[in-house]
């Protein structure tokens, strides 16, 4: 699994630090931290994390089979609304 935050957008609420403390870090008020290639063990802990932020900054790529799998399952579900 790969990620990216858009930093621009980023506004440091830290949710994602809360929800993946092992990924995501701040530094001082307002920069962020984070490891851009999170280990599997930590794919919950990142998904949470891109869902809690209220600015919509992080995003996840899926790189592996489970995780590609996944994607495809919310793009098919979100389609058939």
């Known amino acids: 699994m ?3 935050v858009d ?3 980023c ?5 994602c630090a809360f929800l993946a403390p092992d990924v995501f ?5 307002e920069a962020l931290l984070y490891n851009p290639d999170a ?15 209220p600015v919509q900054a ?12 996944a994607t495809a399952g919310a793009q098919g579900a979100s389609h058939a609304r």
């Open 11 to 15: 506004q440091g609420y830290a949710q």
């Open 58 to 69: 992080i995003l996840v790529d899926a790189v592996d089979g489970a995780d590609a799998e």
């Open 39 to 53: 280990d599997k063990a930590q794919r919950d802990a990142v998904l949470r994390a891109a869902a809690a932020c």
């Open 25 to 29: 870090e701040m530094h001082g008020e």
């Open 7 to 9: 930093l621009n957008r």
């Open 2 to 4: 790969r990620l990216v």
